[in-house]
């Protein structure tokens, strides 16, 4: 069965540099997503992507994340300045095979293994 | 703004056992989908169950049901004949079908389930 993979697994980085997390969506899906789980917290929704362009984002999403699809298989989540907050697992996750948009709710998501980042 | 909650931080159950995990959650919308997650110590997400709001039947995937209550806005997992596999993180979602769907999942806290041998 198809899977998100997501690179690196894990990711160790000093306070103000910049990363960049990478996934690889289920080929047939349109939609992409970032998700982070904070050690010990529940998952919370960053961002989703559809056509080249953010869907919609969560408050935790702001101007130091950006998110790009810079090919057709990649998709990536570029974090500009790290600060030590921003340690978490983060997830990418993909759905929406060909459905219009207003059918994706219907389109479960599914998730890669995750990018534990740790922020030094 | 929707809210989840997953009452049970931990739940343990002996191997081939029932064991029942609660979620709660808070929406003023008619139409959704909830959903439990699986988390295992390899980390990922794995689907394990959805509900659409609409239905009134419970869904059921093997032995996994849930029991959804719309009216108490109550979700919970059952899992019968508990195996040592299904020790995981669970996580009960939910999710808007406004504004088609793209928003992001709600995620509750999780349940840690310890299968007992």
């Known amino acids: 069965e198809p899977e998100v993979t997501q690179t690196p697994s894990h990711q160790v980085t000093q306070m103000g540099q910049e990363v960049i997390l990478r996934c690889v969506p289920i080929?047939?899906?349109?939609?992409f997503y970032w998700y982070r789980q904070i050690l010990g917290q529940k998952v919370e929704f960053l961002v989703s992507?559809?056509?080249?362009?953010?869907?919609?984002k969560s408050e935790i999403f702001d101007d130091q994340f950006s998110v790009e699809r810079p090919d057709g298989s990649n998709f990536t989540l570029k974090i500009r300045s790290t600060k030590l907050e921003d340690s978490a697992m983060y997830f990418c996750?993909?759905?929406?095979?060909?459905?219009?948009?207003?059918?994706?709710?219907?389109?479960?998501?599914?998730f890669g293994n995750g990018t534990r980042l740790t922020v030094t | 703004a929707q809210t989840v909650t997953q009452s049970q931080p931990e739940m343990s159950v002996q191997e081939a056992e029932t064991v029942t995990l609660s979620c709660t959650y808070d929406t003023s919308e008619s139409d959704y989908y909830l959903f439990w997650y699986k988390q295992p110590p390899s980390r990922q997400m794995i689907l394990v169950i959805r509900?659409?709001?609409?239905?009134?039947q419970n869904a059921t995937e093997n032995r996994f049901s849930v029991n959804f209550q719309k009216a108490a806005k109550s979700f919970s997992l059952k899992i019968s004949d508990s195996q040592l596999g299904d020790a995981a993180m669970y996580f009960c979602a939910y999710r808007s079908i406004s504004g088609g769907g793209a928003d992001g999942l709600t995620f509750g806290k999780g349940t840690h389930l310890i299968i007992q041998p």
């Open positions: 996750a993909s759905n929406g095979k060909g459905q219009v948009p207003l059918l994706l709710w219907n389109s479960p998501l599914h």
């Open positions: 509900q659409e709001a609409y239905k009134q």
């Open positions: 992507f559809y056509n080249n362009e953010i869907s919609e």
């Open positions: 080929s047939n899906h349109l939609y």
